[in-house]
């Protein structure tokens, strides 16, 4: 029988070489391994961080304070299945509120709520969820009223005072921006009485307080504070020129919501206080413009209104069928009008029945005219 030697020829020096080195790289591995074992892992000593500096502290204490007061809103909208016909709800949007009263009313933005044909739900901080139904909305305020029938609520947030507000005062804006629930940011009042057009653009928000606290999509609803934890404005709008979430944030004075809530929780709407005239901005402006003054020209009076009452005058028609220009508004108490959106925000100061002093242009002449304001439902 022939058999191969060759199967069994020895190893060459190169293999014996390798294998002696593994053999010692194996060894080395544990040696190491069993010495790093040998060695006890001692994290290092955290150092005492000391008490929290007192404006750190006061802010903590805000905050926890005021958290439980915010809430977190969901809305729904009801669709259509074009093939099927089938209509289910669908999310539609989130955004912040807070307790209002007792009795279950929570104030948010009305664009928080607008479109939410599916109903909203209210999340509590405390993990409560429950449905919420919407009592009345002022649009002309982008304020809206819910209500959740729960057996215990937080307590309201105390209301404080819009109309001694100082530039530099320090912000705390709670909220959900972008779905991050119970957000804190602080800031300053950056500046007061900011005007800005309302959502239709058709009217305008007086009186907005202008702050530096982060305001950003989810935080429209939800209160900004003041260094006592008071309600001083309601977060409403970031005012972004690049279209990012970054710039000024605005929010509705706390005056103006003690204003008009309680009007939207007794009658589910906001009655404007009124003049009883009709305008038209179109008109307005040619008319201004062609005789070289700011103001807003009364087109016609309503019959029995305020304005009828006390002789105010709409356009003219002459006989040779000339249209002359009736009364042009020009102030209200003193303050300039230049606009049919900036006259109703001035009205919106002042409530039904008080007496506004109106300077008007009449036949070149500038006229003071007393005028008891009526209601209009907006």
Known sequence: MCTDMRAFSSPSRAQLAVAGLSAALALGAWTVSAQRAAVKATPRTVTARGPLLSGEQATVDLFEKARASVVYISTQARVMDAWTRNVFSVPRGTGSG?????????????????????????????????????VGVSAAHDLAVLKVNLASLPPPLPLGSSSDLRVGQNTFAIGNPFGLDWTLTTGVVSALDRSLPTEDGRGLIEHLIQTDAAINPGNSGGPLLDSAGRLIGVNTVIYSPSGASAGVGFAIP???????????IAAGRYLRPALGIETDEGLNQLISQRLGVAGVAILRTSPGSAAAAVGLRGLRTERDGAILPGDIIVAVNGHAIDSVARLQSRLDDYDVGEIVRLTVLRDKQRVEVPVRLQASAQ
């Open 98 to 134: 807070f307790i209002w009263d007792s009795n279950g009313h929570i104030i948010t933005n009305r664009h928080v709520v607008a479109g939410a044909t599916g109903g909203a739900r209210v999340r509590l901080s405390d993990g409560r969820d429950t449905e919420a139904t919407v």
């Open 254 to 264: 706390a005056d103006t919501v003690n204003r008009v809530v309680p009007q939207l």
